[in-house]
Protein backbone atom coordinates (compact mmCIF):
# COMPACT_ATOMS: atom_id res chain seq x y z
CA UNK A 1 0.00 0.00 0.00
CA UNK A 2 1.52 3.52 -1.06
CA UNK A 3 1.36 5.99 1.68
CA UNK A 4 2.62 9.42 2.01
CA UNK A 5 2.78 10.45 5.62
CA UNK A 6 3.32 14.05 6.66
CA UNK A 7 4.79 15.64 10.08
CA UNK A 8 6.82 18.31 11.68
CA UNK A 9 3.45 20.80 11.30
CA UNK A 10 2.37 22.56 14.46
CA UNK A 11 1.93 26.29 16.20
CA UNK A 12 4.54 28.86 15.49
CA UNK A 13 4.71 32.43 15.74
CA UNK A 14 4.49 35.07 12.65
CA UNK A 15 8.21 35.71 11.39
CA UNK A 16 9.12 31.83 12.66
CA UNK A 17 10.31 28.80 10.92
CA UNK A 18 9.00 24.98 10.49
CA UNK A 19 10.30 22.13 8.95
CA UNK A 20 7.63 19.96 7.61
CA UNK A 21 8.51 16.39 6.42
CA UNK A 22 7.26 14.08 4.25
CA UNK A 23 7.93 9.95 3.78
CA UNK A 24 6.70 7.67 1.03
CA UNK A 25 6.28 3.93 1.78
CA UNK A 26 4.93 1.06 -0.44
CA UNK A 27 7.17 2.13 -3.23
CA UNK A 28 9.73 4.07 -4.02
CA UNK A 29 9.22 8.05 -5.41
CA UNK A 30 12.85 8.21 -6.63
CA UNK A 31 11.76 8.48 -9.94
CA UNK A 32 8.52 11.37 -9.75
CA UNK A 33 8.51 14.89 -8.59
CA UNK A 34 7.36 15.36 -5.78
CA UNK A 35 5.11 18.28 -4.55
CA UNK A 36 3.71 20.60 -1.02
CA UNK A 37 -0.28 21.85 -1.61
CA UNK A 38 -1.72 23.97 1.10
CA UNK A 39 -5.06 24.57 2.03
CA UNK A 40 -5.72 27.47 3.82
CA UNK A 41 -9.42 27.60 5.95
CA UNK A 42 -12.62 28.10 3.50
CA UNK A 43 -10.31 27.89 0.86
CA UNK A 44 -8.73 25.86 -1.98
CA UNK A 45 -5.94 24.10 -1.97
CA UNK A 46 -3.04 25.72 -3.61
CA UNK A 47 0.24 24.63 -5.07
CA UNK A 48 3.69 25.73 -2.81
CA UNK A 49 6.19 24.24 -4.19
CA UNK A 50 7.77 21.05 -6.10
CA UNK A 51 10.99 19.54 -7.29
CA UNK A 52 11.71 16.91 -9.94
CA UNK A 53 13.17 13.46 -9.50
CA UNK A 54 16.31 14.52 -9.67
CA UNK A 55 16.25 17.42 -7.45
CA UNK A 56 17.90 19.60 -10.42
CA UNK A 57 14.75 21.50 -11.23
CA UNK A 58 12.49 23.19 -8.12
CA UNK A 59 9.59 25.42 -8.76
CA UNK A 60 7.68 27.56 -5.71
CA UNK A 61 4.78 29.70 -5.83
CA UNK A 62 5.92 33.32 -5.35
CA UNK A 63 4.30 33.91 -2.22
CA UNK A 64 6.57 31.73 -0.59
CA UNK A 65 10.16 31.95 -2.70
CA UNK A 66 12.71 33.22 -0.76
CA UNK A 67 11.31 32.08 2.27
CA UNK A 68 10.94 28.47 1.52
CA UNK A 69 13.03 25.58 0.71
CA UNK A 70 12.05 22.10 -0.63
CA UNK A 71 14.59 19.02 -0.48
CA UNK A 72 14.63 15.62 -1.27
CA UNK A 73 16.87 12.33 -0.30
CA UNK A 74 15.75 9.37 -2.47
CA UNK A 75 17.83 6.89 0.01
CA UNK A 76 15.39 7.92 2.47
CA UNK A 77 12.25 8.14 0.40
CA UNK A 78 11.68 11.71 2.24
CA UNK A 79 10.66 14.75 1.12
CA UNK A 80 11.31 18.19 2.99
CA UNK A 81 9.75 21.92 3.35
CA UNK A 82 11.90 24.60 5.61
CA UNK A 83 9.54 27.51 6.38
CA UNK A 84 11.04 30.40 7.28
CA UNK A 85 9.67 34.01 8.11
CA UNK A 86 6.16 32.18 7.97
CA UNK A 87 3.18 34.50 8.05
CA UNK A 88 -0.35 34.17 9.54
CA UNK A 89 -2.28 33.84 6.29
CA UNK A 90 0.13 30.95 5.98
CA UNK A 91 -1.58 28.76 8.27
CA UNK A 92 -2.77 25.86 6.28
CA UNK A 93 -2.98 22.23 6.21
CA UNK A 94 -0.16 21.33 4.01
CA UNK A 95 0.03 17.87 1.94
CA UNK A 96 2.55 16.31 0.15
CA UNK A 97 2.13 14.58 -3.41
CA UNK A 98 3.68 12.54 -5.57
CA UNK A 99 3.23 13.35 -9.38
CA UNK A 100 2.58 11.21 -12.28
CA UNK A 101 5.40 12.96 -13.83
CA UNK A 102 9.24 12.94 -12.76
CA UNK A 103 9.32 16.48 -14.23
CA UNK A 104 7.81 19.87 -12.35
CA UNK A 105 5.22 21.40 -15.08
CA UNK A 106 5.21 25.32 -15.36
CA UNK A 107 2.88 26.11 -13.27
CA UNK A 108 2.11 22.92 -10.89
CA UNK A 109 -1.66 21.96 -10.76
CA UNK A 110 -3.16 19.00 -7.95
CA UNK A 111 -4.76 16.89 -10.91
CA UNK A 112 -1.13 15.82 -12.15
CA UNK A 113 -0.39 14.53 -8.33
CA UNK A 114 -1.62 10.92 -8.37
CA UNK A 115 -0.49 10.22 -4.30
CA UNK A 116 -1.48 12.72 -1.67
CA UNK A 117 -0.54 12.25 2.26
CA UNK A 118 -3.22 12.76 4.79
CA UNK A 119 -2.29 16.64 5.95
CA UNK A 120 -0.23 18.63 8.56
CA UNK A 121 -1.83 21.34 10.60
CA UNK A 122 0.70 24.81 10.09
CA UNK A 123 -1.24 27.06 12.11
CA UNK A 124 0.76 30.83 12.28
CA UNK A 125 -0.02 32.54 15.24
CA UNK A 126 0.35 36.83 14.79
Known amino acids: QVQLVESGGGLVQAGGSLRVSCAAS????????MGWFRQPPGKEREFVAA????????RYADSVKGRFTISRDNAKNMVYLQMNSLKPEETAVYYC???????????????????WGQGTQVTVSS
Open 51 to 58: ITWSGGSI
Open 97 to 115: AASRYGYVSGSPKAYEYDY
Open 26 to 33: GRTFSRNA
